[in-house]
């Protein structure tokens, strides 16, 4: 059976938050007919088989889904890649070459906006009523909801609901921190879900690097649903 690495990505301080990723490393092992199944079971907001860890070559699936570029699972398979003696320079994407750095404990990825899936954005006059919110705002599949925390101090609370990708709420969302970075064109620290932090700095050239902290929960054997 393949084995599953279990992750943590876009930790807050004191370890808060943090969204679960699950990592195939020998995902070449999954037959590509049975990924998007394996994901479903899973039930993460993304699983990754990395199917050329020298290279950093990988798919990413949703439970529903298969994406052509997203955020936490890039950060947190770039940090499993470095941990295992592959320091590779760029993470090779369905959407393109995403490059790769590594500072200070944390662990960053650079990506375009076009490459994200179209959030509809909705912003709230206050963090508060961010944090009130029961879910997504009616009629909304795929949303993030933000607010100025600190503008002066470019923190930024959000709220991402994707129930299009079968996922009701994401704790962290990396590539709507790609487009919202863009958007407002400057850096950003999120504070998403129950405490995840996730730094977004616009680039020159249009794209934008988003990093954070990232931890091993678990390695196991995957026996199946």
């Known amino acids: 059976m393949p084995q599953l690495h279990v992750l943590k990505v876009f930790l807050g301080e004191g370890g808060a938050g943090g969204n679960p990723l699950g990592v195939f490393l020998q995902g ?5 007919e049975d990924r998007q ?18 290279q ?11 994406l052509p570029f997203a955020g936490h699972p890039l950060v947190g398979t770039a940090w499993l ?3 295992e003696g592959f320091e590779v320079p760029a993470l090779r994407s369905p959407a393109g070459e995403v490059p790769v750095r590594a500072e200070d404990g944390m662990t960053y990825i650079t990506g375009r906006p076009e490459w994200a899936p179209h959030f509809e954005e909705i912003e709230l006059g ?18 993030g909801v933000w ?10 609370r959000v709220r991402v609901f994707a129930p299009r990708f079968g996922i009701q709420e994401d704790e962290a969302t990396g590539a709507h921190a790609v487009t919202l970075a863009y958007q407002l064109g400057r850096p950003i620290t999120i504070r998403q879900g129950e405490g995840s932090l996730i730094l977004a700095k616009p680039q020159t050239d249009g794209s934008v ?9 678990e390695v196991r054997e995957y026996k199946g649903g």
């Open 28 to 32: 070449s092992e999954v037959p590509e």
């Open 37 to 54: 199944g394996v994901a479903a079971d899973l039930g993460f907001s993304e699983t990754v088989f990395v199917e050329d860890a020298s």
């Open 56 to 66: 950093g070559r990988l798919r990413i699936f949703t439970p529903t889904d298969e």
């Open 81 to 83: 890649l470095a941990r």
């Open 126 to 143: 206050s963090a508060a009523e961010v944090e009130a919110l029961a879910g997504p705002p009616e009629g909304h599949d795929l949303v």
């Open 147 to 156: 607010a100025w925390e600190d503008k002066e101090s470019d923190r930024v």
């Open 209 to 217: 690097e988003i990093g954070g902290r990232t931890e091993l929960v």
